[in-house]
């Protein structure tokens, strides 16, 4: 089990910046997998991107591509979600996610939670207009 904790989270203008981090105790960090979902009030929560263990691959859902950046920092086991170009409708609630085995790829983390076994309490990101 590992457990994740997310900061950075806030309120800002659209057009605006923020930067996300999740810090991972509890199993060796850069043996698996790590990727970002958000939550919208009154929708499902959905994919935003994921990387892969040694940060040599990243994918992203395509309504935050070319805004967001995920990265990874190995030695001080955190993943970090950096947003630029905050639109209204990235306005959600932000979970950091990992899969439950060192197989699970970045790759199988796009699109769906079902191979995600542990998640952060999440960070809210409310974007103004």
């Known amino acids: 089990q590992v457990q994740l904790v997310e900061s950075g989270g806030g309120l800002v203008q659209a057009g605006g910046s923020l930067r996300l981090s999740c810090a991972a105790s509890?199993?060796?960090?850069?043996?698996?997998?790590m990727g970002w979902f958000r939550q919208a009030p009154g929708k499902e929560r959905e994919f935003v991107a994921a990387i892969t263990r040694s940060a040599g691959s990243t994918y992203y859902a395509v309504s935050v591509k070319g805004r967001f950046t995920i990265s990874r920092d190995n030695a001080k086991n955190t993943v970090y979600l950096q947003m630029n170009s905050l639109k209204p409708e990235d306005t959600a609630v932000y979970y950091c996610?990992?899969?439950?085995?060192?197989?699970?790829?970045?790759?199988?983390?796009?699109?769906?939670?079902?191979?995600?076994?542990?998640w952060g309490q999440g960070t809210l990101v409310t974007v103004s207009s």
């Open positions: 996610a990992a899969p439950g085995s060192p197989a699970v790829g970045a790759a199988m983390l796009v699109g769906n939670d079902r191979h995600v076994k542990n």
């Open positions: 509890g199993r060796t960090f850069s043996m698996y997998a």
